[in-house]
Each structure stands twice: as C-alpha cells, then as structure tokens.
C-alpha cells in the first residue's frame, strides 16, 4: 500500500468587526493543483505543475492517478456590513510509492536492505536503482545506527576485499577530493563528523566511499568487491 500523508490548512482573513453570519452575499471558487514529480537516472527530480479550473474537473480526473502531490484549495469571500472576510482551506495529499517488500524499516530513518553478494561499487549503485532506492548516504549520525547494525549482523563473507568494509553512495570520481552523493550533492570533508578520523586519506586509486565498523565514512576502491546498503527514500 502506498503511503499517504494529508495536511489541512485553513486561513481566516477578516478586514475587520465581527464576521456576519447571516450575510447571503458570498461567493465560492474552487481550484485545483496538482504537482507531480519523479527522480530520473541521474538522481534529478523532474516536477511539473497543472491547474484545473471548476470547468475542467473531467480533465483533472484522467490525470489523478499518475500524481504525487494533489493540492486543493477552496476559496470563499463574503462581504456584509463593510467586512470583509476571506476564507481559504488547502488540503495537501501525498502519495509516495511503498518501499520493497523485503526493505527493513528503521524507526524515524527509512527503509534499508542489506546486500551480501560482493559487488564493485557501480555495481552496487545500479543494483540499489533496480529497486528504486540508492546505496545508502549518511544524512546524520543517526544514521549510522543502520551501518553498525550491518556489522553486528553480517556473517562472513565469501570473496568480499575485506570485512570491514560495506559500499555507500558517497564518491570522488570526478574530481580528487571533490566528494559528492549519487545524487550529485557535494559531501564536505572539513569538520565533517561522518568521516572516520584521518579520512578520506588522500589516497588517488580510493575514489568510492565506504562505510566502516563504526558507522563513518572512509575512502575505498571503486573496483573493491564488498557487501552493500540500499536504502529507500
């Protein structure tokens, strides 16, 4: 099932006075936004916007199934006795797609799966894309819980470089020392708490990103055969 998530929002404008109850005088106008967005290969995300007007609901129904994000907004104005008062509700839905069946959720994080079959990192990536997910990034310390427990867990690993050593989504392959996510977000190394201390070490033929026993990033072999983390957004 895909997860939905609604928000209301209602606004109450008044120009001033008491609000007229009894006031026949109001008019009503509907409106409809839809946003609708998706990720291409390249980890871009691609939006589009339509409107649809009370005449042209038949055209927005078509459309509602390949949607994201459906925003409404009802608007209402009444004038009585001088005041005047303006009402609008925006009522927002978001229909995301549902992780993998076999994703592990993690309280307040995400979704994750480990994978033992030692790939190189490129391999690693495009394997985390077939499920539609991305080889696990960092954005906090807490995060790292999800590393640690790959350790806690992982059995031995036939023909893995080594075992202590798991593939994310974090590289230098473009520029030496120019660290950046699969989505192209650049990864600070300065004063960054992620990173293991003394790393990444500067080493030229380590231009892919690991994840160490501890949780933190360290720099390794692209061509390094190692177990991997994918996680789902």
Request: net charge negative.
């Amino acid at each position: 099932m895909d997860h939905l998530r609604s928000l209301v929002l209602l606004v109450l404008i008044a120009g001033g006075g008491a609000l007229c109850n009894k006031c026949p005088a109001s008019q009503t106008t509907n409106l409809q936004l839809t946003v609708s967005s998706r990720r291409n290969i390249s980890g871009h995300w691609l939006i589009s916007v339509d409107a649809y007007g009370e005449n042209l609901r038949s055209k927005q129904q078509s459309v509602d199934e390949q949607k994201d994000l459906v925003v409404d907004l009802e608007h209402s104005a009444t004038y009585c006795h001088g005041i005047d008062t303006q009402h609008l509700q925006v009522n927002a839905t978001v229909h995301g797609m549902a992780p993998p069946a076999d994703y592990k959720p993690m309280a307040g994080l995400g979704y994750y799966k480990y994978y033992l079959t030692p790939l190189t990192w490129e391999q690693a990536k495009y394997k985390c894309e077939e499920d539609g997910a991305h080889l696990i990034i960092l954005d906090s310390e807490k995060e790292s819980i999800v590393i640690k427990e790959f350790y806690a867990r992982k059995p031995n690993i036939s023909g893995a470089w080594n075992s202590v050593d798991v593939f994310v989504g974090v590289h230098d392959r473009y520029k030496e020392g120019q660290f950046e996510d699969v989505f192209g977000t650049q990864v600070p190394t300065a004063g960054n708490s992620l990173w293991r201390p003394g790393q990444p070490n500067g080493k030229s033929a380590e231009n892919c990103v690991v994840g160490k026993t501890t949780g933190e990033y360290a720099d390794g072999g692209c061509d390094w055969k190692l177990p991997f983390i994918c996680e789902f957004m």
